[in-house]
């Protein structure tokens, strides 16, 4: 099933693409400056084509089939965001134009900014950060920053719980944060004790990702937040897990002072083979000053005849910008779509359809597959891919195997909390004729666990590809074929 | 909306959940502002949804009914229809990170092709996977640079002739380290040729950043640069316009360390400023410094080549607070329409596009400062982008063209108060030379009142 290579379908001579003759007078090039050779492929249309069809075979998505993938939030991605995306008044407008030529895009960016406010509960929000794990470091540039603005400048501790994103702690130590671990109860709750004891005067704040990844919401939210708070701490939630919550629950009101949304997770953008994404940072009211810039807002008041002018602006204490132009626009225009498609029902149905799809599928599992933290779930839950008398059988046999059912394999091996763990996140966009084939599929892959070991250890079957020697790719580090292109284009 | 639910469903699964309903599932919430009425507009079908977006796209001026010179970091380069095709397949946009790499392969050995044809553009050995965008990438490459010595030696200079975004960016990501950022703020060396950067390099350098175009699109051989600042140890690091490379001679061949570059002008729209593509690629003995995501060839258990996320140790989710940086998700589907774009124009069409840019580029500046009142401000050479002083404030120039739909280009005074009177012009092959004609009449009409 190997697909060759364009260095190596390359043909000399052939062309895939012509461009206009050039209609000016040429100007003469600047010799030393000019490059030699392009290696690039040569192929026609039709080979391009082809070729990247054949690739996209290889792959499953939520178009091929059911991807419960825990804390990616793999829903479907509806038709209609990619047709307004592609809506030449919003794909063809240059980020620089003059703000009277764009102001329907700055009106669809402030009002998302308005929606993501009322959803969330927070009193600002800036959609320039490009991807969760930039909304976090953004959130936690702006603990850092107000901490300062305070004289603080010994709060340099955040605690992580144990439970929190995999993210959390690099963005962290990236902002310049030291990162203490707390542990989970019993009941898979920050453990109030531990906290209790991290509380001091070198606290910046907590990370906090409620529902955390065991899927659980954390049953003493409102007294943790209260503890870090009393010790000066702010409170950073990673709206990663924000599906189990539109319309249930607000951070805002829980008492979080920062959270990041991923649009491509709650808001149905698609993942796109690893992003685009967009994580929009919405802060309770002292922190608005701190967001990164450029924000939306109305630079000039409307009446009854003019609408009002938008344009950006720059919060006071702003910590800077965090990536070029204003944010992905594309991405919003599509996340837009859906809340529009929603309204306030909608959204409320999509995160009690989430909760009782995965509640649903925990009940189908729970007594086949061992779950620690055994209580009502929210959008995902974890269990364990072992069972203590068939120690050859591991999470990444059960996930393999279940390739061959044309089922995407949950996360496995995180949160690192749950030996062998499998994280199930099915989302509100499955119906219960999937949800039923999967636990099926998945007491049948436990029977096969007991009766034939093996069909689970050598797992996947039925794919194109068997499973990867990844101890040769990274000895070996073959990381592109440019090296060999000449050779193998002559050939 | 998207819930395929019947009532029917819903109570047979909360049978078998063992509860009475939906509610029952979020009673371990605080049960203050439990089930807040959002206050959001009702939900509308599919049609109304579309008709009002349609309605508020309207309100927006488009690269097609304006006739635009504005480029400064984002470029009005034609698509074609084949990648935005590809990009539409659901096997590739509605997949996630590439994981299992068993069922991933599309997405994988596409990932593969990209890194192959980013280092040869860039005439490095290894790229990555995709950063955010121009800025973050480059932000990336000061931060890598710091890694690479340990801290040992905590300055990084950066050109002020960056673009202005990304010296933004890079200063937002390293204020809560003990990198220290110099030459960035010398905004009056930025007519000078970047020669003046030299005396800078020492031993408490550990990388230099510069444009190739600058922000102003000025083309220098950084040769001599890379040579002074490996002479002391330091590195160099080219920020990039990939769309030039196709004429222009690779960083990779003058000496570059990092190159990074936004990869918006290879088949990504304007969109308004995003989704872009950062590019990153050095050399090989950086691979295990370098941030972000990686493709590696390997074989499965069939014998088949295949290819597999590697080096994955570098990365957040394995060295947590250890990790040099956080990032996860990128920009997959940006980096396959960049893959596709480079391989459909291949080593022909890219020179092409290139050409097409420099030559209407320096048609325009040549008849633009036929007109008096106008002026080329520096003789540096140049790609696609060129700097017009003017007789007005650009701000005023700008304002009586955009009268007759034309955008004349950035007004640098936004940026540099010394520069007040000035455009920065890019052409592209959309601009045909009557566009250009166009434009240099209107400018020649441009009224002093």
């Keep these: ?491 | 909306m998207y819930s395929p639910h019947t009532d029917a469903d819903r109570q047979a699964m909360l049978k078998t959940i063992g509860v009475e309903s939906i509610e029952k599932l979020f009673e371990c919430l605080p049960k203050e502002n439990l089930f807040p009425d959002l206050d959001l507009p009702a939900g509308l079908t599919e049609l109304d949804m579309l008709t009002e977006l349609e309605g508020i796209a309207w309100a927006n001026d488009t690269t097609q009914e304006l006739l635009s010179f504005l480029g400064a970091g984002a470029y009005n380069h034609y698509i074609p229809a084949v990648v935005d095709a590809i990009l539409q397949r659901g096997e590739f946009y509605t997949a996630y990170t590439p994981y299992q790499p068993e069922i991933s392969q599309g997405t994988l050995q596409a990932i593969f092709e990209y890194q192959s044809m980013v280092a040869g553009l860039t005439g490095m050995e290894v790229s990555n996977a995709s950063h955010y965008d121009g800025a973050t990438a480059v932000a990336e490459a000061v931060n890598m640079a710091y890694h690479v010595f340990r801290g040992k030696r905590p300055k990084v200079i950066l050109s002020p002739s960056l673009h202005p975004h990304y010296l933004q960016t890079i200063q937002t990501y390293t204020d809560g380290s003990d990198i220290q950022l110099v030459a960035h703020d010398q905004t009056n060396e930025i007519s000078s040729d970047p020669d003046w950067l030299l005396p800078l390099i020492d031993d408490s350098i550990s990388l230099i950043v510069v444009g190739y175009p600058d922000f102003f699109g000025r083309v220098y051989d950084y040769t001599e640069m890379a040579r002074v600042a490996h002479d002391s140890g330091a590195l160099i690091a080219v920020t990039v316009n990939p769309l030039s490379l196709g004429l222009l001679k690779p960083p990779g061949e003058f000496g570059a360390d990092i190159v990074t570059g936004e990869g918006q002008p290879l088949g990504i729209p304007l969109s308004f400023g995003g989704p872009y593509l950062g590019l990153f690629a050095t050399r090989q003995e950086y691979v295990r410094k370098m941030a972000g995501r990686l493709a590696g060839e390997t074989v499965d258990n069939r014998g088949q080549r295949a290819y597999v996320l590697t080096l994955t140790a570098r990365e957040q989710h394995i060295r947590r607070d250890r990790a040099t940086s956080n990032i996860c998700t990128n920009q997959g589907l940006m980096a396959l329409a960049a893959t596709v774009y480079m391989s459909l124009l291949g080593k022909h069409g890219l020179r092409q596009v290139a050409e097409l840019c420099y030559h209407k580029a320096h048609y325009a500046a040549r008849i633009i400062t036929s007109i008096p009142g106008y002026q080329l401000w520096s003789t540096a050479p140049f790609f696609n982008e060129f700097v017009v002083e003017c007789f007005l404030p650009a701000e005023e120039v700008n304002r009586q063209l955009l009268e007759r739909n034309i955008i004349a280009g950035y007004d640098l005074g936004q940026n540099y108060p010394d520069l007040k009177n000035h455009l920065l012009v890019a052409v592209t092959e959309m601009n045909t030379k009557e566009d250009i004609d166009t434009f240099m009449e209107a400018l020649s009409e441009v009224e002093d009142d």
């Design chain 1, 1 to 491: 099933m190997t697909e060759k290579l364009m260095c190596e379908l390359s043909i000399p001579g052939r062309v895939g693409f012509r461009f206009p003759d050039i209609d000016v007078p040429p100007s003469p090039l600047p010799e030393r400056m000019i490059r030699d050779d392009l290696p690039l492929p040569e192929l026609s249309e039709i080979d391009i084509v082809r070729y990247f069809t054949r690739l996209s075979q290889l792959n499953h998505g939520v178009d091929t089939g059911f991807y419960p993938l825990g804390s990616c939030t793999m829903k479907y991605n509806p038709k209609v965001n990619e047709k307004a995306a592609r809506i030449p008044g919003f794909s063809k407008i240059h980020p620089l134009q003059p703000i009277e030529t764009v102001q329907g895009a700055l009106a669809l960016m402030y009002q998302l900014q308005e929606w993501l406010k009322e959803i969330g509960g927070f009193a600002g929000v800036s959609l320039q950060p490009a991807a969760g794990a930039h909304g976090e470091l953004t959130g936690v540039l702006i603990i850092r920053a107000f901490h300062r603005t305070q004289g603080d400048l010994s709060r340099t501790k955040i605690l992580i719980p144990d439970s929190a994103h995999g993210t959390n702690p690099a963005t962290s130590a990236m902002s310049g944060m030291q990162v203490v671990e707390i542990r989970s109860d019993k009941r898979g709750n920050v453990d109030i004790e531990a906290l209790k004891g991290e509380c001091d005067d070198t606290l910046a704040g907590l990370m906090l990702t409620n529902p955390n990844t065991l899927g659980l919401f954390d049953e003493n939210v409102e007294e943790v937040i209260q503890l870090v708070h009393e010790a000066g701490g702010l409170v950073y939630g990673d709206g990663a897990n924000m599906n189990a919550l539109l319309g249930i629950s607000r951070p805002g009101d829980l008492g979080f002072d920062v959270l990041h949304y991923n649009l491509h997770k709650t808001f149905s953008t698609p993942h796109g083979g690893g992003g685009p994404g967009s994580g929009p940072v919405g802060v309770a009211d002292h922190l608005v000053e701190f967001l990164p810039h450029p924000i939306v807002d109305v630079i000039e008041e409307g009446d009854e005849l003019i609408p009002p002018l938008f344009g950006f602006v720059t919060p006071m204490k702003s910590i800077g910008r965090v990536k070029s132009f204003h944010g992905h626009f594309g991405v919003i225009v599509r996340a837009y779509s859906y809340i529009r498609i929603h309204g306030a029902d909608g959204l409320r149905n999509v995160s009690e359809d989430a909760v009782l799809n995965a509640n649903y599928l925990l009940a189908l599992l729970r007594d086949t597959y061992h779950v620690p933290y055994d209580r009502d779930c929210m959008h995902e839950f974890v269990m364990e891919g072992r069972w203590p008398d068939i120690p050859e059988v591991h999470a990444l046999d059960i996930s393999k195997r279940l390739m061959d059912f044309g089922f995407h394999p949950p996360t496995n091996y995180f949160p690192l909390i749950v030996p062998e763990s499998l994280m199930i996140e099915p989302t509100e966009t499955e119906s219960k004729e999937t949800l039923d084939a999967f636990a099926d599929t998945l007491k049948r892959i436990a029977e096969e666990a007991n009766s034939d070991s093996t069909i689970l250890t050598t797992a996947p079957h039925k794919t194109p590809f068997g499973r990867m020697d990844e101890v040769k790719a990274a000895k070996e580090l073959v990381l592109c074929c440019v090296p060999d292109y000449a050779k193998h284009a002559g050939e």
